[in-house]
Every structure is written in C-alpha cells, then in structure tokens.
C-alpha cells in the first residue's frame, strides 16, 4: 500500500509523512539501519522532534512505516509501473522491469544492501525482505510462465535473473547502469534464444 502525502506546518517548514519516510531511505542507504535515529532524521529535514511526533508514536514505529514505504516504492511502484498496459505480451512487460531495476532511484543498490544487511539483525526487517523477495520472484515466474506455459523453466528464469540482481548489487563497486543492462539484455537473449532454438524430442535423432 503506498504511503498516504500529508502534510504539516510546524512553525519552521511544511513537512509531509512522506518526506520523513524518504529522508529515512536517504540514510538507510548511505550509513545504514543504525544511523536510523530522530536526530538525523530532524537535522537531515531542518525541522524539530514536533513535526517528528506529529507523524509517529516513536522509532518502532517509524521503523515499521519505513520498511512497508520501502516495500512499496521498491517493489510495489515497480510491478505497477510494469503492468501499467497488462495486454502487452509478456516479454514486453519483462523488459520494461528490467528498464526500471536498471534506471532505480536516487539511492542506487546501497539501499538494497542496506535493508538486507538490516534483516540480518531484525525480525521484522527479515520478514520484510522475505515478503519482497517472494513478491519479485513471483512476478518474474508468472510472467516467464505467461511467455512460456513451462512452470520449471519459469522457476528457473526467474531465479537467475533475480539471483544476477542481488549480485550485482552485492559486488564492489556495485554493477549499475549501462553494464547491468547489457548483463541483463545478454541474460534474457541466452533465456529467450534457448527456449526457441532447442531441438524437440523428435529432432533429436
């Protein structure tokens, strides 16, 4: 569910729900969950702990909120924008995934290291990322299997060509823009080109 913008005047700016969740995802990617405290959040947005409060009880659960905005600017935004003409085939729909895996944020693949490294020492940032994972791997499956009517091999694809994602987030310097993408496009035509050029059974002499 995508976070609701709202907005209030607390004397020193306008600050938004939103824009407290985003600075957040800032910090995640760039220092990581233990940077995540009230006062790097306030000096990041120049406002005080009111506005803070206005928005959320405490850090447990603006913590909660970050990783559910996360999620859905991650993941949810991303199957969305991909399905945006769900008659397209399928293949086209793929390809228009991996365009916005390549052309991510702002925040690049620091902030999908983060949230992992998070999980590693937070129940609830763990059930999190298991939740995403399941989410990606699942649509890239379905819509293998759209293109296909094979379940194994769309199991497969779809696990290659998420376990390529994470690691090329995973590797330093992380592998990004135009290199990912040629990564990506020589992935699906090796996919796509065994599926068409295989001999049948009945080929097969």
Do not use: C
């Amino acid at each position: 569910m995508v976070v609701p913008y709202q907005t209030v005047w607390n004397g020193e700016g306008m600050a938004s729900r939103r824009d407290w969740l985003d600075a957040g995802l800032a910090i995640l990617a760039e220092r990581g969950a233990p940077a995540l405290t009230i006062e790097r959040l306030t000096e990041r947005l120049g406002l005080t702990k009111g506005s803070f409060y206005h928005h959320f009880k405490g850090m447990g659960g603006y913590r909660t909120a970050l990783l559910a905005h996360f999620e859905a600017e991650s993941t949810t935004r991303f199957i969305e924008l991909a399905e945006a003409d769900p008659h397209a085939p399928a293949l086209a729909r793929l390809e228009r995934l991996l365009d916005l895996v390549v052309d991510k944020d702002e925040h690049g693949p620091e902030l999908e290291v983060a949230v992992r490294a998070w999980a590693q020492q937070d129940a609830e940032a763990r059930d999190l990322q298991e939740r995403v994972d399941r989410t990606r791997i699942g649509y890239l499956r379905d819509r293998w299997q759209e293109l296909t009517g094979d379940p194994d091999e769309a199991d497969r694809v779809a696990n290659l060509f998420y376990m390529i994602t994470i690691g090329a987030e995973h590797v330093i310097p992380p592998l990004a823009g135009a290199d990912l993408r040629r990564l990506f496009e020589h992935a699906l035509r090796l996919a796509t080109g065994d599926r068409a050029g295989a001999p049948s059974q009945e080929d097969v002499p």
